[in-house]
């Protein structure tokens, strides 16, 4: 029997980006919250501190950041035929777990998305006719616009510190910067990083195409910063240890750098680490949430009431923690009705490898996560996709993160996978070799979902979730036209050798692409294809709001942190300003 | 209690082993930095021997264009040519590492918090461990952070100072102005006297 706690108005579920974000908004308001997070206490100092910090098998390979599989995995299969089976190491994806959320192994790429992206099926219809896209798939408008969150993208740039460069103000084009961004109120808050060699190559090259490169926005700070928060950052020193690690330098802009300081010392909040939360209870009604149940790290099960539940998990936690309180109806891919787990998606990553000869010297070890050149030419809608047979795209980008000894050996097609001929082609091409990334946008289809799995359990007995996923046709297609794009810029570069890898199916769990898993819990104007509103609040239980990348409808051609940050503070508005003086559905249903 | 650094080890042989014969352009910098380039107590002349070439030559170039301001180097680094600038710096860098020249007077408590702030940083003042840049006890990362273990504990802290008041502000990214505002005068004393203590054993230029 749950030992009941003290009522408290807010539950914040997951202290990760959103969590401290929004507790801290709340808590700053005079409401009382809880802060439930399932992991550790974790600091700048003491537990990001070299040279622990750079242990490159602990934390690359062995992934100590992340969710701890042998306790709760997620299970993965690529077609509703066949059975799902659990990931027991992460590797095309790694949640993160603790305090700080995933956004302490982040590499602080700090993107926009376009004002195109939000409303993507009717200004795809708009431009291409109604015929044109593949009858699966099931993108659609978010329900919010770039302009309504363009203050909010302000506000989150400016709690972060990001560096980088205008390129649209106020509509007016802006030399050095994106000319396909969409109009920004103010430049970033600092000025970008330094540009790496490769980005300087990347630069010229694509710059001679006729296209328009741009410094990658980071947030690995350029120089340092306060926040309006009062919080000090430093300056990043390109040790080439961003994603997969914590920064130990207070120079990537994580909770810790930029909110939890302040969220921790308000009275009105009170963390609790070592909490696993089952689920959200609801009273007989099914449409009011009245607290969490959680287990503790003793194994107590308690339960905490609360007014307001926010569950502010990683997407693909956010999607489970509804299915395992009955809050929405769960998608059927046989019928298409159901919509928790619904539009399940994520990035279609291709790479474009440059090899030169020996008198080029890289350097790819002097790096930040985010210091990277890239272009916008053929990202989301910026290019004619008329007789493509594809929408969206990716931005192209000489983004060399890191050169690290363990993981980071570009060697030419061809290369033997191990012994001598392998490691005479490390050795020759460690230093002279230029990656690009394409960061490909992924749409929503029919077959992609999430759902409760049927056999596998976590260690506290409760489903895991499923994933059921393949690259779409439509996302194929994109790989294929945008790698050969990254293609021609490796050999105006100069290259002596350039090896384009367009994404292809099937999609596996057995290979690092990235963590951008997004929807199964997704926004909207319409209830029966969206499971929260466009103010993250569930159409079925209003006292609860669902923050996550879960909410997008499908996701976009950049990094979906920064969109997540500007939704973040959207919500904070709407509950400050609207929500809690009067509680209740945001949008009738 | 008062807690003596004692100076317990004699200049090694292996170090003594690699000392060169100075060139003759080294009799200005002998004068005030020492005869085997180890530093000078009285004025807070730092240590150069041992300490990376990369180092030594960057600070030389700046003295000599003012983006470090100091009267006296900034007039003998502008009569520096090309090769004796190398020469010099090379010089010095291929010198073992000195014995500490201190005894430095440090309580045990200020040992305690300059070890604290050099191996972990501070977390309630957002100031990381020195030596995630100046490498396992600060014994310099030859291309970036020059090495502290062995430097004059009065050097260090007016280096310091001069970080946190803008005087000195010759590093990439103001790391140090950003790292030094955040050290108060206890902190900057227990810092600088804890690396003043250690033998470096370790040389820059590795």
């Known amino acids: 029997m749950a030992q009941r706690l003290k009522e408290v108005d807010v539950v914040v579920i997951g202290v990760g980006m959103v969590g401290s974000i929004l507790a801290k908004e709340l808590a700053a308001a005079g409401y009382k919250v809880v802060g439930l997070e399932r992991g550790t206490t974790r600091f700048t100092v003491p537990e990001f501190q070299s040279p622990g910090i750079h242990d490159e098998l602990r934390f690359d390979v ?22 799902g089976l659990p990931i027991r190491r992460w590797e095309s994806f790694l949640p993160g777990t603790g305090l700080g959320g995933s956004m302490v192994h982040w590499n602080g790429q700090t993107f926009r998305f376009q004002a195109n992206d939000f409303q993507l099926a009717t200004r795809t219809r708009e431009r291409y006719g109604k015929g044109f896209l593949d009858p699966d798939l099931t993108i659609q408008d978010w329900g919010v616009t770039y302009d309504e969150l363009e203050p909010h993208y302000d506000r989150f740039e400016y709690l972060l510190g990001t560096s980088g460069k205008a390129g649209n103000l106020k509509g007016q084009i802006q030399p050095g910067g994106d000319p396909h961004e969409s109009p920004r109120s103010r430049d970033y808050p ?100 009245t607290g969490v149940t959680y287990i503790d790290n003793a194994g107590r099960e308690l339960e905490q009431p609360a007014s307001l539940v926010i569950t502010c998990l990683f997407a693909i936690n956010n999607i489970r923690m509804l299915l395992l309180s009955g809050i929405g109806k769960p998608y059927d891919p046989a019928t298409g009705k159901g919509v928790v787990g619904r539009n399940y998606a994520y990035q279609t990553m291709s790479t474009v ?145 350039v090896a384009g890898s367009p994404r292809k199916g099937p999609y596996t769990t057995q290979q690092y692409q990235t963590t951008h898993n997004t929807g199964g819990t997704v926004m909207g104007n319409d209830p029966s294809t969206s499971v929260v509103n466009r103010y993250l609040q569930s159409w079925d239980v209003p006292n609860v709001f669902v923050i996550g990348a879960s909410a997008y409808p499908q996701n976009a051609s950049w990094n979906p942190t920064g969109t997540l940050g500007a939704l973040t503070y959207w919500v904070a508005d709407a509950l400050k300003s609207k929500y809690l003086k009067n509680p209740g559905h945001l949008v009738s249903p | 209690m008062k807690y003596v650094l004692a100076t317990l080890i004699v200049l090694g042989a292996s170090g003594a082993a690699g000392a060169g014969t100075p060139p003759p352009e080294a009799a200005t910098c002998q ?176």
């Open chain 1, 353 to 497: 490898a440059s090899f030169f000869d020996a008198d080029v010297i890289i350097n790819p070890f002097m790096a930040s996560g985010a210091s990277g050149t890239m272009i916008n030419d053929f990202a989301g809608d910026n290019f004619d996709h008329s007789g493509l047979g594809f929408i969206g795209g990716a931005f192209i980008g000489a983004v060399n993160t890191n050169g690290r000894p363990i993981q980071y050996h570009p060697t030419p097609p061809g290369t033997p996978t191990w012994g001598k001929g392998w490691k005479d082609a490390v050795v020759k091409h460690y230093n002279h070799t230029v990656m690009f990334s394409l960061h490909g946008s992924s749409v929503s289809q029919k077959q992609n979902y999430a759902d409760l799995d049927p056999t596998y359990k976590d260690a506290w007995g409760q489903p895991l979730l499923r994933i059921t996923f393949d690259f779409p046709k439509n996302d194929l297609k994109m790989a294929e036209y945008v790698t050969a794009r990254g293609v021609e810029i490796g050999k105006a570069m100069g290259a002596k050798q």
């Open chain 2, 31 to 206: 004068a005030c930095h020492g005869v085997h380039g180890e530093g000078v107590l009285d004025g807070g002349k730092p240590r150069l021997a041992g300490q990376s070439a990369h180092y030594l030559d960057k600070q030389l170039r700046d003295f000599a264009s003012g983006a470090r301001d100091n009267a006296i180097m900034g007039a003998i680094a502008k009569g520096l040519n090309d090769q004796t600038r190398s020469k010099l710096v090379e010089f010095y860098a291929s010198l073992p590492v000195p014995v500490p020249l201190e005894h430095t007077s440090a309580t045990a408590a200020q040992v305690g918090r300059g070890h604290q702030l050099a191996i972990e940083g501070a977390e309630g003042k957002r100031v990381q461990a020195c030596n995630n840049c100046h490498g396992p006890d600060g014994s310099g990362v030859a291309l970036s952070a020059p090495a502290l273990a062995g430097q004059l504990a009065t050097y260090l802290a007016a280096q310091l100072k001069s970080w946190q008041q803008g005087g000195r502000k010759n590093d990439a990214g103001n790391l140090m102005s950003s790292v030094a505002s955040k050290l108060d005068d206890a902190d900057i004393a227990a810092v600088s006297s804890y690396y003043a203590g250690l033998s470096a054993s370790t040389s820059a230029s590795h």
């Open chain 1, 62 to 83: 062995r992934k100590a950041l992340m969710q701890d599989n042998t306790r709760e995995p997620v299970t993965f299969r690529n077609h509703s035929s066949e059975t």
């Open chain 1, 190 to 289: 600092t000025p970008p990083q330094k540009e790496h060699y490769s980005g300087a190559l990347f630069r010229k090259a694509a710059s001679s195409l006729g296209h328009h490169p741009f410094p990658q926005p980071s947030s690995n700070l350029s120089q340092p910063y306060t926040n309006p928060e009062g919080l000090k950052m430093n300056t990043c020193v390109f040790c080439g240890f961003c994603e997969r690690y914590a920064c130990e330098h207070y120079a990537k802009s994580t909770p810790q750098t930029f909110i939890l300081p302040v969220l921790l010392a308000n009275s009105n909040f009170e963390l609790r680490t070592g909490c696993q939360v089952q689920r959200i209870n609801l009273d007989s009604s099914k449409k009011r949430a």
